[in-house]
């Protein structure tokens, strides 16, 4: 139950998370990047907080090869994604912005699926994709 409920403040944060960006950048011209860059450098003043409380230094088993799997993942959704994310935030809302954003994790099970070689139930992934486009789709039409 634990796993469960971190799960749910985590989703808690994330649905702060938008309102706040938006706040930072509505009715201004402020570049993405930028609003990106210093949204970043919050994160990074966190997590080394946490890393100093918890003394979590630990870097024995990163690799370079994992090393480059983060920084790339970090470069891609950390950076060219909520770049994105901002500029339809500027332009739609996060009321729409969010829900549409939504569909992240069906991208996640075909990546896991054709670069992983993860196995997948087809028939749980068609039905959990038809809820997750309907939910946007009921969200987005309200």
Request: overall charge neutral; hydrophobic content about 60%.
């Amino acid at each position: 139950m634990k796993g469960e409920l971190l799960a749910i403040l985590a989703a808690l944060l994330w649905g702060i998370a938008p309102i706040l960006d938006k706040l930072a950048i509505a009715d201004a011209e402020i570049s993405p990047v930028v609003a990106n860059i210093i949204r970043s450098l919050g994160a990074l003043t966190v997590l080394a907080l946490i890393a100093v409380f918890l003394q979590d230094f630990s870097f024995s088993e990163f690799t370079p090869k994992r090393i480059a799997y983060l920084l790339t993942a970090g470069s891609i959704a950390g950076g060219i994604a909520m770049i994105i994310f901002y500029l339809a935030l500027k332009q739609i809302g996060a009321s729409k912005t969010v829900p549409l954003t939504s569909i992240y994790p069906l991208f996640a099970v075909i990546f896991s699926v054709v670069l992983l070689g993860e196995q997948v139930d087809v028939v749980r992934v068609a039905v959990g994709t038809v809820l997750i486009v309907s939910g946007i789709i009921f969200v987005m039409t309200g």
